[in-house]
């Protein structure tokens, strides 16, 4: 092998997950991160693996799917979830962070190994003369966009993300609302802000009548299911929101006794419980909208919003026709692609591809044949999913699910052993993949 180093494009969390798995094997890397030269719209802060989005990584319940690819790359001694561990806010049974303390650690982690460099610039062109790992994710820049579509002959998919509102939380009135989680899974982690049925009518129609920023005359915008706006979804159905993000079911009132009719929730967006998070309030609305409509809500009268929400685009390449199971180009192995761009969506998605990409690119650097995970496990289930053929015809981003792993050989079952089974089952699968691939070097 021609080549010693590793160029990083990208300093999100895949890109951070791949240098740490290659730093790991004593590998260099070099990551290149355009900021603080230049910002995509949606990014503010100058350190890497910075959350855009939600600061929650979701379930942290092992017989989850989300828990369970946590639980995995754990094994697998991710960066990103060890950090995620150390600057964990309350957030019931999720895996939440204090986003800030989050990037500060995972960038101090990288900075202390002997073989990293980061290069602070934007890229604009894919280098031949290195082996390169693109993790630019959905908000890549638009020339290097341009760039990659050139590289690849086809055209990239896409659509479009949104991001909820974060409110101060001096301001939100506590005699209005209530400490409470559904179902009272875990401790009562998330603020409600209760809404009889009168207030949630007038506040849907206020949500479908809002101003919303337009699209450019050239945008095709196709929203993720698993993400759609507050008032994309208020469109559909005058209870689509009430059985939804505002469901009420499991959080009485302590102050009436009763179930209210909606409820918004609130979560914790730093440790130190001075910012909140609308709990699945991404949205489209103009910012002038967004305060008017958003202070409806009972508690948040007079809210101060410490950010806004807000929509951008997300871009993704068709991974199983380009991609092959080691997420090298099918015609250029020495270009690996990783994180949300390949067609995963998440961020522990994101990472978990960072990992792969960092691990494979290891032992491609090695000499050797990277062995992909088997499809039992929750991370070799998402990397079947987006390099399958199977997948090619109608592809489009994929959250982890139990749906994606092999299905078990027993048919009936409930669903919560069901789930236990696959978490036991692809746990050892992946033990006995790290020993068996010679890979338990890779193990913290």
Known sequence: ?????????????????????????????????????????????????????????????????????KAEMRKLNSLIVSVADQTAVAAGSALAVDRVDFAIKVEESLLQQNNFTLTRAEIIQISSDAISIIATGP??????????????????????????????????????????????????????????????????????????????SFEDVRHFEGCLPIEVMAARGEDTLAFGPMKP??????????????????????????????????????????????????????????????????????????LSPTLQLKNNPDIFFAGQMTGVEGYMESTAMGLLAGLSAAVYLEGRSFQPPPPETAIGALLSYITSPQSAAN?????????????????????????ILYAKRALDILDDWLQNKNLSSFRG
């Open 139 to 216: 908000l890549t820049s638009d020339l290097l966009a341009q760039s990659i579509h050139q590289m690849l002959g086809s055209s990239c998919l896409y659509f479009y993300d949104a991001i909820a509102p974060i409110v101060d939380a001096f301001s939100i009135n506590m005699e209005k609302v209530y400490w409470a989680s559904r179902y009272d899974k875990g401790t009562p982690d998330y603020l409600n802000c209760p809404l009889t049925e009168e207030e949630y009518k007038h506040f849907r129609q206020e949500l479908l009548a809002g101003e919303k920023v337009p699209a450019k």
């Open 1 to 69: 092998m021609k080549y010693r180093q590793v160029n990083i494009i990208g300093g999100g969390l895949a890109g951070c997950e791949a240098a740490w798995q290659l730093l790991r094997r004593g590998h260099a890397v070099r990551l290149f991160e355009m900021k603080p030269q230049k910002y995509s719209p949606a990014h503010k802060m100058e350190h890497l693996a910075e959350l855009v989005c939600s600061n929650s990584l979701k379930s942290n319940d092992p017989h989850s799917a989300p828990g369970l690819l």
């Open 249 to 322: 079911v499991g959080l009485i009132n302590p102050h009436t006794g009763a179930i209210p009719y909606a409820v918004v929730q609130l979560r914790r967006e730093n440790a130190s419980g001075t910012l909140f998070n609308l709990v699945g309030f991404q949205t489209k609305l103009t910012w002038p909208a967004q305060e008017r409509i958003f202070r409806m809500i009972p508690g948040l009268e007079d809210a101060q919003f410490a950010r806004m929400g807000s929509i951008h685009r997300n871009t993704y390449i068709h991974s199983p026709s380009l």
């Open 395 to 419: 592809f489009q981003p994929m959250n982890i699910n139990f749906g994606i792993l092999k299905p078990l050989t027993i048919k009936k079952m409930k669903k919560k052993e069901k789930h």
